[in-house]
């Protein structure tokens, strides 16, 4: 739902410029230093980028799905690392307390994350819990001492995107022992610099250097219960699973965008690049990989752009927004690859940015959900809903 034309016009016109301007030209900087110049980080609070999908009481955008999704995909069309400054903090970083924080919480952090002057990270994946959310081992005891009612936290989260950077972290952890499924699992905005809390090194990754990951370790952490989201527990998984349903539609727009710029690059170093005396655009082979990518970049933009009016007109998207994941993630590895053998021996040299992004896309497969786990939430509801 886009809900005002012009003004959703000037932000995306907004948008544009600064990526092409701005962040475009710093690529190869951040590849090199894996680091986003501070100058960068400062123009994108300015520009209330931070804010995007915070309500307006708080001082955000309050973007619709749709509105955040066109962003998203003007966001793609340069490094993913840019986006994912701002995405964990856009999206799953604050979308649970955007959604079940009580008043205090939503009052305390929101205006912060808004301006940017906190940074969210979403620490569920663990060392043996990914993809199966429900078996988290991080626990949260509840207890009371003098200075009041508290957790004690102890686990260690990992993969945690802007980890480093982070001055707020969404925990999951398990409340309940005994409750070894998703009904033990409760919601908690852990602070950084709480004692207890420590930061592993910053793993190396194959792409998206300038975009940190590191463990969260927890080790008898004491967080206030003040602190547990929606001031109840068990909550938890509930919370996740509407922040990450959310989240794959933010990330299959990204996709769209990714796949929108190298298909341009190719594109135009096909119509450059000449062989046997013309253009390679020219060959029937080299067009069928052009053809065949512009198809599928048509379709994941319209299945992202459907599922988002559907969920922003208040409808259950849970198999939508894995199809999307799904689809537009597999996309755009596809049109990475189709890139690089259109740049031939060029696409596999760092001067080109298609060597580039071909290991940055390829995370877009992997986090939020797997590609298997979207097929499974597909398939089950799709039986769930025939045999109901």
């Known amino acids: 739902m886009i809900r005002d034309a012009e003004t959703m016009t000037a932000l995306l016109d907004t948008v544009n410029r600064f990526v092409r301007e701005r962040l475009v030209p710093a690529e190869k900087e951040v590849e090199e230093t894996d680091q986003i110049p501070p100058a960068i980080v400062q123009e994108m609070k ?3 980028l931070f804010g995007l999908t915070v309500p307006e ?3 955000g955008f309050a973007l619709t799905m749709e509105e955040e999704a ?3 995909m003007a966001l793609g069309k340069t490094s993913p690392s840019f986006r994912s400054l701002i995405g964990t903090s856009v999206g799953i970083g604050s979308q649970g307390i955007v959604f079940d924080g009580t008043p205090e919480q939503k009052a305390k952090y929101l205006p912060k994350l808004a301006t940017g002057e906190l940074i969210a990270s979403f620490a569920l994946t663990e060392p043996d819990a990914g993809s199966d959310a429900a078996s988290l081992r991080t626990t949260a005891i509840r207890g009371t001492d003098a200075d009041g009612e508290h957790y004690i936290v102890n686990g260690t989260k990992r993969y945690i995107t802007n980890a480093p950077q982070a001055g707020i972290f969404t925990l999951m952890a398990r409340t309940d022992p005994s409750n070894k499924g998703a009904g033990g699992v409760s919601a908690f905005i852990v602070e950084a610099g709480t004692p207890g809390l420590s930061i592993g090194k ?3 990754k194959m ?4 975009a940190h990951i590191a463990d969260v370790i927890f080790e008898n ?3 206030p219960a003040s602190q ?19 989240g794959r539609i933010h990330i299959a727009a990204l996709c769209v965008g990714v796949a929108e710029r190298m298909l341009k690059d190719a594109l135009n170093y096909a119509i450059e690049r000449k062989q046997f005396g013309q253009a390679i655009a020219g060959f029937q082979l080299v067009q069928a990989m052009l053809a065949d990518s512009q198809a599928e970049l048509y379709a994941a933009r319209c299945m992202v752009l459907d599922a988002a009016r559907r969920r922003d007109e208040g409808l259950n998207v849970s198999t939508e927004a894995s199809c999307c994941k799904l689809f537009a993630s597999e996309m755009c590895g596809r049109v990475a690859d189709r890139a690089v053998q259109i740049f031939g021996g060029a696409g596999y040299l760092s001067e080109y940015s298609i060597e580039r992004f ?6 877009f497969r992997l986090y939020e959900g797997t590609s298997q786990i979207q097929q499974i939430v597909i398939a089950r509801n799709m039986v769930r809903d025939a045999t109901a």
Do not use: N, S
Not at 207 to 210: A, E, K, L, S, V
Not at 358 to 363: H, L, P, Q, S, T
């Open 57 to 59: 009481e708080y001082g």
């Open 358 to 363: 071909y290991r940055d896309v390829r995370i």
């Open 221 to 223: 952490c004491r967080v």
């Open 46 to 48: 300015a520009m209330g």
């Open 202 to 204: 910053i793993d190396k």
């Open 70 to 72: 066109q962003v998203i």
């Open 207 to 210: 792409g998206q250097r300038g």
């Open 228 to 246: 547990l989201i929606g001031g109840k527990e068990g909550q938890g998984f509930k919370t996740a699973m509407k922040v990450l349903e959310k």
